[in-house]
């Protein structure tokens, strides 16, 4: 094959999420790449990276491979969008999972501080609370676990740890939607435009959340950012609009709706799981979550950049080349996961996972996510014995860059 043809092939060779067959299943394209050279995207603009083996040897070694491209940043935009950014004064830094050490030790001291593990202690009053309150708000024998009981759920809890108030709930989620939008390079650039626009309210209104803890400190995460914790000082106000904006409110709320909604997807598909969910609950619904994470991670994964020429699964990269890590391919990678398509609870290395990262940037919201997926599931089952899906439920998946979710779970009981 000439280097024509092969760039041709390349070309043909595409991964689009936001679009037929791969929003429907990615796998298909998953399976085919991890057959293959690591090979560029035209649509994403970077190498995909499937195979297992490949993701950990990247994870492994941040001074080959720079978290500085992990997420986009909102000014990469085109023109008539940061036009719009630059006339909200909508402030850009880096964020935790941007940066690569020295500095990412001082941000993720500061971001673990806002999720510690007794912060998620602390909060599993209120996670049992709200999710009972959700559910005893059914009616009609029927729901959507989607837009009823996921969604409010997460909202309820990722606001309470960065500190945000209740009744600001559906601003700060239309806000959140507008920064995902801005992510995502194959969004129409005219919604782009229209996300950007109102980037100058939410900065306003971060800022005053901001300037009140300077002043009145609480045991939330933006009071964790702004004075300091674990023994490194508070952070410069952009740093924290972008930290709270982005790496809390949008990857803490996106990802765990997306795993509770599989999770029980997983669970009330395959009758001998929801048996063994009966007969021992706590223990059952540790061992779906784990399985569910791996076979349906809820992200679909993050960009490094090369900091030097190097040699990736057979693949010469050169230096600043782009890649993204999908985790969610590695995590069916056959030669690591046997008979990865299949839910196995007994799967001796389900936690070899890689849906929360692996490594430095190892998520720092993985315990605080896993205690939220745990409550949903014991409450969902505990109140509902008789839970199963609609009749004539059929899966569909949100047309999202970074995110692998439902569109819709439709459950009668």
């Known amino acids: 094959m000439t280097s024509t043809d092969t760039a041709d092939a390349d070309a043909a060779f595409d991964f689009n999420p936001m679009v037929s067959p791969h929003r429907e299943d990615p796998h298909l394209f998953y399976r085919a790449a991890r057959e293959r050279p690591i090979t560029l995207s035209p649509s994403i603009g ?30 990469d935009n085109p023109p008539e969008v940061v036009a719009e950014l630059e006339a ?19 941000m993720r001291a500061l971001f673990d501080a806002g999720v510690s593990g007794a912060r998620v202690r602390a909060l599993l009053p209120l996670m049992k609370q709200r999710a009972g309150e959700l559910v005893d708000g059914f009616t009609g024998g029927a729901a959507d676990l989607v837009s009823e009981y996921a969604i409010p759920y997460v909202q309820t809890i990722i606001n309470a740890v960065i500190g945000f108030p209740p009744e600001d709930t559906d601003r700060i989620q239309a806000w959140t939607d507008d920064v995902a939008m801005l992510w995502n390079p194959l969004a129409p650039v005219g919604d782009r435009v229209a996300a950007a626009r109102r980037m100058g ?90 399985e569910a994470l791996r076979r349906d991670a809820p992200h679909r994964g993050l960009f490094r950049i090369t900091t030097r020429e190097v040699e990736l699964g057979g693949t010469v990269l050169p230096q600043g080349a782009v890649l993204l890590l999908l985790f969610g ?19 001796p290395n389900t936690h070899d996972h890689v849906a929360f990262g692996k490594g430095l940037h190892t998520c720092p919201g993985a315990p605080l996510a896993r205690a939220e997926i745990r409550v949903a599931l014991q409450t969902l089952f505990d109140q509902l014995p008789g839970l199963r899906l609609a009749e004539d439920y059929e899966p569909t998946y949100i047309a999202s860059y970074f995110f692998r979710g439902l569109e819709s779970l439709r459950v009668v009981w």
């Open 329 to 347: 391919s590695a995590n069916r990678d056959e030669t690591v996961f046997p008979d990865p398509d299949a839910v196995d609870l007994d799967r």
């Open 88 to 106: 909200g004064n909508v402030p850009e830094t880096t964020m935790v999972v941007n940066e690569d050490e020295p500095r990412h030790r001082q």
């Open 201 to 290: 309210d939410y900065t306003r209104y971060l800022q005053e959340q901001i300037d009140d803890r300077r002043a009145r400190p609480r045991e939330d995460m933006i009071s964790a950012l702004v004075h300091g914790a674990n023994g490194f000082p508070g952070l410069s106000d952009d740093y924290i609009h972008n930290i709270i904006r982005g790496a809390a409110r949008v990857a803490g709320f996106d990802t765990t709706r997306d795993a509770i909604t599989a999770t029980v997807l997983v669970a009330l598909q395959d009758p001998a799981v929801r048996d063994r969910i009966a007969e021992d609950p706590n223990r059952t619904i540790m061992k779906v979550t784990e």
């Open 46 to 75: 970077a190498y995909m990276v499937s195979r297992y083996a490949d993701i950990k040897t990247v994870l492994d070694d941040p001074d080959t491979f720079s978290s500085a491209a992990a997420l986009p940043m909102i000014y």
